[in-house]
Nanobody, 123 residues
Framework: VQLQASGGGLVQAGGALRLSCAAP????????VGWFRQAPGKEREFVAA????????YYADSVKGRFTISRDNARNTVYLQMNSLKPEDTAVYCC?????????????????WGQGTQVTVSS
């Protein structure tokens, strides 16, 4: 399944961006979706995940209270609203479809990955 992430860009610290993750057809149906990020020289890390129903969400401690994940199943799209951005949020962000219906922070639970979108936060 080819996932497409978009919405990245350059923003000043304290600013906001909204990322989108689109999937073809009904590729998201019944599955949770997660966002991950990878900064230069660092390993990929979990950011947020949302269950198929949208009622269950999971956030990394580093983004809790600043980022909000949501989904529109009618549009086969998952969003990541990022507020109060910090320079340490700079990374390539990618979305992934889980093999589960509930949200999970574990990469091993995800089986379809999209290309990333660059987010750069200047100080």
């Amino acid at each position: 399944v080819q996932l497409q992430a978009s919405g990245g860009g350059l923003v000043q610290a304290g600013g906001a961006l909204r990322l989108s993750c689109a999937a073809p057809g009904r590729a998201f149906e019944s599955y949770a979706v997660g966002w991950f990020r990878q900064a230069p020289g660092k390993e990929r890390e979990f950011v947020a995940a949302i269950s198929w129903s949208g009622s269950g969400t999971y956030y990394a401690d580093s983004v809790k209270g600043r980022f909000t994940i949501s989904r529109d199943n009618a549009r086969n799209t998952v969003y990541l609203q990022m507020n109060s951005l910090k320079p340490e949020d700079t990374a390539v962000y990618c979305c992934a479809r889980s093999s589960l219906s509930y949200s999970s922070p574990h990469e091993s639970d995800y089986n379809s990955w999209g290309q990333g979108t660059q987010v750069t936060v200047s100080s």
